[in-house]
Every structure is written in C-alpha cells, then in structure tokens.
C-alpha cells in the first residue's frame, strides 16, 4: 500500500484547509487509515482515525469540533477537512494505514506541511 498526503499550505488563524490521503496498491489490505501529526522538537500524535468503510471515526480531543475525517470511496482517499485552525495546528501532517486492529500504523505518506499563522 501506498500512501499520498496532499492538500497542505498556510493559512490564517481560524481559517480552513482539507488533507487528502490517497491510497494505492494493495488497498483491500487496509483496515483503517490515520491522520498523524508532528511539530518540530515533539513526539508524532493522532489526530484523528477512520475505518477503511468509513465508520468509527475517532479524534484526539485537541481536534475534536474543529476537524472531521471522513472516507470518499469513489477517489479511494481519506480526507482531513480542518476548520478553525489555530496556531498551535501548525505541524507535518502524515497520513498512515494498518491491516488489523491489532498492529502498528504504517507505509507512511511523505506528510504535508501545515502552517497557521496567527
């Protein structure tokens, strides 16, 4: 499987962007797809994580209310729509895919720079 994060760039405080994850490859592999972000100097975290049929989205409660992932099966992507956005948003998003409940994430995009200025 492989992954494409797309859909970055800069934008205001409480301004909106959308990601887009493409996936290709192997994809009846996936079980779900996440949303990861990194700041510089910080650990990766969840943002937010979706079923590959698009049910059971969860999100980290620092997301919750402002962000909304959801599954377009006609594109074979998963999407990102981020509003509100705040400064402390600001980080390289990474999209990721695991093939059961029970492993780790991986086939890691190349992420996507988000820049929210205040």
């Known amino acids: 499987v492989q992954l494409q994060a797309s859909g970055g760039g800069l934008v205001q405080a409480g301004g909106s962007l959308r990601l887009s994850c493409e996936a290709s490859?192997?994809?009846?592999?996936?079980?779900?797809i996440g949303w990861f972000r990194q700041i510089p100097g910080k650990a990766r975290e969840s943002v937010a994580t979706?079923?590959?049929?698009?049910?059971?989205?969860n999100y980290a409660d620092f997301v919750k209310g402002r962000f909304t992932i959801s599954r377009d099966i006609a594109k074979n992507t998963v999407d990102l729509q981020m509003n509100d956005l705040k400064p402390e948003d600001t980080a390289i998003y990474y999209c990721a895919r695991r093939g059961s409940s029970h492993s780790p994430y991986g086939a890691w995009g190349q992420g996507t720079q988000v820049t929210v200025s205040s």
């Open positions: 490859g192997r994809t009846y592999t996936i079980y779900s």
């Open positions: 979706i079923a590959w049929n698009g049910r059971n989205p």
